[in-house]
């Protein structure tokens, strides 16, 4: 097409029309807009550039191609003779109402296991360096120590593990008799795993997690922004749910705390307290275990909370 050569297009930004040709190199309604756009030339131009006996014909051909366009930037019906696969606009939008039918339904089914329901079965509670040594160092420690006893009675009386670390134990020492109510428990109802790690995800202890194969961790102890923290962040990176026994973790300062649960919280992990955790365990008072631990409930109640000051 020699017209080309005259009257060249205005530029554009899109560089695949800087070449103009009659037909759009793809069937996309953006390239048939497009091309509506740059052919329309006055009628009377034609003359201004030809022979006079070959204008009438540029006219008409030129006419027809413009109707051909505009039929085909107005349609919605199938053209497999000229485009084959191509679809209807109806077409697209019944695909896409469709898919995002099958978006919803996926993320509805995500968000009902995602609000970290517990259950014995699936539970382990993990105490975190609760050491003789920290004793008189950390901030309301004596609370601290007894809503792990309370809560190491519950996983006792509900059959689910207790797994403990010892940070150092060669310099901090043991972890506190008082953590259990029967102290034989620890190192045998109660694994205890010495480590320099901050976590608690030692290699040794982190087999002995994946034999227990539960996705589920309460977490007691301390520091609550150091030791406790990274444990946390290690389980929440395995995709475990992680439940933070509020009552139960603490650090030397206050505002260490409070940092920490903020940080341990905006990364999924579940703020709850110890007795919140122990109901949700039952889930029922028809639990056959639910004189036991309200017993341990009303016990633990009787003791002075030192967080609620």
């Not at 930004?13 to 390239?31: G, L, Q």
């Not at 194969?213 to 102890?221: D, F």
Request: proline share 6%; hydrophobic share 40%; charged share 20%.
């Amino acid at each position: 097409f020699f017209i080309n050569r005259h009257h060249p297009p205005a530029p554009t930004t899109d560089h695949r029309h800087n070449n103009w040709h009659p037909i759009p190199p793809t069937p996309s309604v953006h390239h048939r807009r497009r091309a509506l756009r740059v052919l329309p030339l006055p009628l009377t131009s034609a003359s201004t550039f030809m022979p006079s006996h070959k204008a009438s014909q540029f006219q008409h051909r030129r006419v027809a191609i413009v109707l051909i366009f505009r039929v085909f930037a107005q349609s919605s019906f199938r053209c497999a003779a000229f485009f084959p696969g191509a679809i209807t606009v109806s077409e697209s939008r019944q695909s896409n109402i469709k898919n995002n039918k099958r978006l919803k339904m996926s993320l509805a089914a995500t968000s009902r296991r995602a609000v970290g329901k517990l259950t014995p079965s699936n539970t382990a509670l993990l105490v975190c360096d609760v050491q003789e040594r920290f004793r008189p160092l950390i901030h309301k420690m004596e609370t601290v120590i007894n809503t792990t006893k309370f809560m190491t009675s519950v996983a006792k009386e509900l059959n689910f593990p207790i797994v403990a670390t010892q940070q150092y134990t060669k310099v901090f020492g043991p972890t506190v008799k008082d953590a259990f109510a029967d102290p034989k428990d620890i190192g045998t109802l109660a694994p205890v795993f010495d480590k320099k790690l901050f976590s608690m995800m030692t290699e040794d202890c982190y087999q002995h997690l994946k034999t227990l194969n539960k996705t589920s961790y309460l977490l007691v102890g301390i520091e609550a922004h150091v030791c406790l923290q990274q444990t946390a962040l290690d389980l929440l990176e395995e995709g475990h749910d992680v439940h933070i026994i509020a009552d139960g973790v603490s650090s030397q300062q206050s505002y260490d705390r409070e940092m920490a649960l903020r940080r341990m919280e905006s990364c999924g992990a579940y703020l709850t307290t110890a007795q919140s955790a122990a109901f949700m365990l039952m889930g029922s008072a028809d639990h056959p275990n639910f004189k036991a631990v309200s017993k341990l409930v009303k016990d633990h109640m009787a003791l002075k909370n030192e967080f609620n000051e």
